[in-house]
């Protein structure tokens, strides 16, 4: 399965933009969504020269493909509905695991409740708590929980590390469109009127890149 609007979309949700390469916590090159040159695109030439949001969004959309074809191998041969392969694909965006946690296993064999169990289970830093039970929602309830932005950071200190204060939150849905080639971005999915076949999590704040900034300051 290929990543589509929706996909990354919701992925988006849950991380921050910066259009210019910046040092990380662990002082590696990084640019727009996460991204490093580890996923095969050069980001030091971003090095004080700030892109087009589109541009940010479509290379990120581009990466997000390679990430994709782990999880269908991890998921290999079971199939999985768009909002469930959004999910796990955002779960393997943020941890990298997707081959290794034993959630996949548990799924695979129709243990639903041990296998959410074993999802909310992937809880550190404490942070990350409330990234971890939207995707769980998303994955075994079909709820979706983007509102069409993200958080952009606009300013990068003379270290090239991030301004803080320099936070903004913008709508990225029309230029992700784009990046995907179509004109208006689609109406976005909505949960199904049902009630969720598994137990649910209470929510807990602070997800994605704010994740990472607060086990950075930690």
């Known amino acids: 399965m290929r990543v589509n609007y929706n996909m990354a979309l919701e992925i988006a949700s849950h991380e921050a933009i910066i259009r210019q390469a910046y040092k990380d916590s662990a002082g590696v090159w990084t640019w727009s969504v996460g991204l490093t040159s580890a996923t095969g695109h050069n980001v030091t030439r971003y090095i004080d020269k700030p892109q087009s949001l589109r541009h ?4 990120y959309a581009w990466a997000l493909n390679k990430y994709a074809k782990q999880v269908e191998e991890a ?3 079971t199939k999985l509905t768009e909002h469930q392969f959004a999910a796990a694909l ?3 965006w943020n941890t990298g695991a997707i081959k290794r946690a034993s959630w996949v296993k548990l ?19 404490a942070a ?19 509102d069409g932005g993200m958080t952009e950071y606009m300013r990068l200190t003379a270290n090239h590390t991030p301004v803080w204060s ?11 469109a ?3 080639g179509a004109p208006e971005p689609p109406v976005r999915p909505v949960a199904p009127d049902v009630e969720p076949a598994v137990p ?8 994605g890149f704010w994740a990472w900034l607060r086990s950075w300051w930690s």
């Open 166 to 176: 320099s936070a903004r939150r913008i709508n990225v849905e029309k230029d992700l």
């Open 56 to 59: 940010c969004l479509a290379v």
């Open 107 to 125: 799924f695979k064999q129709k243990r639903l409740v041990e296998a959410k169990k074993s999802f909310l289970s992937w809880n550190k830093p």
């Open 128 to 146: 990350i708590i409330g990234r971890r039970e939207k995707e769980a929602e998303l994955f075994f309830s079909g709820k979706w929980s983007n």
């Open 178 to 180: 784009l990046a995907f």
């Open 75 to 77: 998921f290999t041969p």
């Open 200 to 207: 649910q999590a209470s929510p807990v704040a602070a997800t």
């Open 90 to 92: 955002s779960f393997h």
